[in-house]
């Protein structure tokens, strides 16, 4: 299994994103996604999940109206678009799988995270 995620980069405060992340090896519609975040010196938080069907999602608070996670199960990839950028938004972000067995609530914890994506760094500049 791979996740690829890519987007990432250097964007000045206020500025907008949009985070990809293409797997493989896997039969991408049996799986919820998310994307967490890990700033330096921070533990890994969630930021946002979608159910296998694109149907549902949920966000961390704070991003609730700044970010849009969506999927194409065609194309095996799930996106996180993000705006109004803020310097507190800098992290190396990552997409993590979940079998759609679970309730897309329990991704906030982590439960049933099986595979991770290596990451992409978004650094947000003042």
């Known amino acids: 299994v791979q996740l690829q995620a890519s987007g990432g980069g250097l964007v000045l405060a206020g500025g907008s994103l949009r985070l990809s992340c293409a797997a493989s090896?896997?039969?991408?519609?049996?799986?919820?996604m998310g994307w967490f975040r890990q700033a330096p010196g921070k533990e890994r938080e969630f930021v946002a999940a979608i159910t296998w069907s694109g149907t549902s999602t949920l966000y961390e608070d704070s991003v609730k109206d700044q970010f849009t996670i969506s999927r194409d199960n065609a194309k095996n990839t799930v996106y996180l678009q993000m705006n109004s950028l803020k310097p507190e938004d800098t992290a190396v972000y990552y997409c993590?799988?979940?079998?759609?067995?679970?309730?897309?609530?329990?991704?906030?914890?982590?439960?049933?995270?099986?595979?991770w994506g290596k990451g992409t760094l978004v650094t947000v500049s003042s």
């Open positions: 090896g896997l039969t991408f519609r049996l799986y919820n």
């Open positions: 993590a799988t979940q079998p759609n067995s679970y309730p897309i609530m329990t991704m906030k914890t982590k439960a049933g995270v099986n595979y």
